[in-house]
C-alpha cells in the first residue's frame, strides 16, 4: 500500500476514516450517538461553548454516547469572534479533556455569514502551536492565507467549501485545489457540503478528508445520510487514487476501431 492510500494522519496519528462530523443539531444525544456510528467517522468535533462534556456535571455528557474511549473529540471554538476567546475556550477544553491537544480553531467574523476572521485566526493559530496544541484551522479558501497557517505549524488546513450550514457545496474549487496543490499538510474541507455528491467531489479533487454537521444532522433522516456521506467519501477518495480521464470536446468510442473484426 502506497502512502496516498492509507489512512487520513493528523499530528502523529492515523485514522481510517476520512469523515469526521459534528456533534451538534440532533434531535437528541441517541440520534447523535446513531448518526456518529452510521458515519463510520473516528474524530467527532465538539463546540465547548454549546455542548457539555463535564462543564456540568449534573446534566447529560455527550461523552456518554461518543466516549474518548471510541472517538477523538476535537474540541472547537464556534461562537468566538476574536483570538482571545478562542485561546481560552481551547485551553479550557485542555482542562476538561485532560491534557488533550489536538483542537479545532475557528474565530468568526460576524454571525450572519460565519465567515472566518482571518487576522484574529491567525493571530489565535499562533499562540496556540506556541502553546503546545495540534491546530487544525477553520480558514478561508485563500492559498496566500491557508500557506501562512501551515507555515505558523498547524495540524490541518480546513477551508470552507462554502457558507457553514449552507448546503452549497463547493463554490471555488480552483481556490480549493491550489490549497490542496501547496499544502504538506491535510487539506479538510469544512463548512458548506450539502450531500453526497459535494462530498465526492471534494475528494475527488484530493481533499485528505471532510468535516461535516448540517448535512447529516439537518437531513430528513440523518442515519441514512450519515452513512451515503460514510460511502460518498470513500468514493471520491477511491475516484482520487484511481485518476479520472481527461475532459475533452471529442467523443472516443468505448470500443476501439483499430483491430477490429469486421
Known amino acids: 500500500m502506497n502512502k496516498q492510500e492509507q489512512g487520513l494522519t493528523i499530528a502523529g496519528k492515523t485514522y481510517r476514516s476520512r469523515l469526521l462530523v459534528g456533534s451538534g443539531k440532533y434531535r437528541d444525544l441517541e440520534q447523535t450517538r ?4 452510521a458515519s463510520g467517522a473516528e474524530i467527532i468535533t465538539v463546540a465547548i461553548r454549546r455542548v457539555n462534556i463535564g462543564q456540568d456535571p449534573n446534566a447529560p ?23 482571545e476567546d478562542a485561546v481560552y475556550t481551547l485551553q479550557l477544553a ?5 491534557g488533550h ?7 468568526l467574523g460576524n454571525e450572519k455569514t460565519l465567515f472566518p476572521n482571518m487576522p484574529e485566526t491567525l493571530k489565535a493559530a499562533e499562540i496556540l502551536v506556541k502553546d503546545g496544541f495540534d491546530v487544525m484551522v477553520y480558514c478561508s479558501d485563500d492559498p496566500v492565507q491557508a500557506k501562512m497557517l501551515e507555515d505558523i505549524g498547524c495540524a490541518a488546513i480546513m477551508p470552507l467549501a462554502s457558507l457553514i450550514g449552507s448546503g452549497m457545496g463547493i463554490l471555488n474549487p480552483w481556490n480549493l485545489s491550489l ?22 467531489i471534494a475528494m475527488e479533487l484530493g481533499c485528505d478528508g471532510i468535516l461535516m454537521n448540517t448535512a447529516i444532522a439537518g437531513a430528513k433522516d440523518p442515519i441514512r445520510m450519515a452513512r451515503a456521506m460514510k460511502l460518498a467519501v470513500e468514493a471520491g477518495r477511491e475516484a482520487f487514487l484511481a485518476g479520472r480521464i481527461p475532459r475533452k470536446f471529442a467523443a472516443s468510442p468505448s470500443s476501439p476501431m483499430a483491430g477490429r473484426i469486421a
Open 94 to 98: 485542555r482542562e476538561l479533556l485532560n
Open 61 to 83: 455528557s455527550l461523552l456518554d454516547v461518543v466516549p474518548p474511549t471510541k472517538y477523538t473529540i476535537l474540541p472547537n471554538t464556534a461562537g468566538c469572534y476574536n483570538a
Open 101 to 107: 491537544k489536538l483542537v479545532k480553531l475557528e474565530v
Open 34 to 37: 446513531e448518526a456518529t456510528e
Open 179 to 200: 490549497i490542496i496543490e501547496q499544502s504538506s499538510v491535510p487539506v479538510i474541507v469544512d463548512a458548506g457540503v450539502g450531500t453526497a455528491s459535494d462530498a465526492a
